[in-house]
């Protein structure tokens, strides 16, 4: 049985301190594969409203997605009002594939991101894997559910996260965390709606410059998206939407790890078409 999974990422602050460290995202990983990332995608084949007229969002090979600027979408739960279209994420046309259990199924989905001139948006659906999990607070990485990369001025230039790049968290059931290079820094307190309908989960949400601490965001940001799956006790998997170097290029983690959560150079761009 699966699950589905629709999330729009919202406008929030933050709140908390940081605490010690979790091996969120740095689960024993058994198997970690890389794929060429999605080509383009004008996929209009979703829920909502979405149907040949969404606005197509390019992907390239260098890992840039040219972000289109539409109305924003209400956020209300409702999906009707999204306009533009999805990528595919899955084993696929992932380009990364962390196995941290390999003999666990792998969720897949597709995703789109838009821009208002202010906020960006991000939505993503999800066809989730039985048990979705449970786990609250700082372990909610150890859920199904959907990671938000961004880094608002798009400078990844060392090592690790600036402090305008994070990692957000967001779980089936709406449950939110943000995380800077594996540290749990706090609960971002998010305007968000969402609403269940049997297995199928629709979150909407914004994030604003704030977010990150930063006035505007830049044309240019760094960007990626995750999909986690696990069963509340253990991280069973992630598959990420870009990779953008790696160990054998140069950018492993501090932590002698290889993914976007705890290296921000891996990721890739969104440029928000003015």
């Not at 084949?45 to 840039?64: E, H, K, L, R, Y």
């Not at 962390?98 to 838009?114: E, H, I, Q, T």
């Amino acid at each position: 049985m699966r699950a589905l999974l629709l999330v729009a990422l919202a406008s929030c602050r933050f709140d908390g301190a940081g605490a010690a460290a979790p091996d969120a995202a740095t689960p024993d990983a058994t198997d970690e594969t890389d794929a060429p990332p999605q080509d383009a995608g004008t996929d209009a084949d979703v829920d909502g409203s979405i149907g040949p007229a969404c606005i197509p969002i390019t992907a390239g090979v260098d890992g840039v997605l040219e972000v289109p600027r539409l109305p924003p979408p209400t956020i209300d739960g409702n999906v009707a009002d999204w306009t533009a279209c999805y990528l595919p994420l899955d084993e696929a046309t992932a380009g990364l594939v962390r196995k941290l259990d390999g003999n666990a199924a792998v969720p897949a989905g597709r995703f789109s991101v838009m821009h208002d001139g202010t906020n960006l948006y991000l939505a993503a659906v999800v066809d989730g894997v039985l048990p979705l999990g449970n786990a609250t607070n700082v372990d909610i990485y150890r859920n199904d559910g959907v990671v938000l990369y961004v880094d608002a001025n798009g400078q990844m230039l060392t090592p690790g996260y600036d402090p305008e790049a994070s990692q957000i968290v967001v779980d089936h059931a709406a449950r939110r965390h943000l995380y800077r290079q594996s540290n749990p820094i706090g609960i971002p307190v998010i305007s968000a709606s969402v609403t269940v309908t049997g297995p199928t989960y629709t979150v909407e949400i914004m994030v604003t410059p704030s977010t990150y601490g930063v006035a505007a965001f830049a044309e240019t940001i760094g960007f990626d998206v995750g999909i986690d799956g696990g069963t509340g006790d253990v991280q069973e998997n992630e598959i990420l939407w870009h990779q953008r170097c790696n160990t054998a290029t140069g950018c492993q983690c501090p932590n002698g790890d290889d993914a976007p959560y705890c290296n921000a150079q891996q990721f890739g761009f969104a440029h928000l078409v003015p």
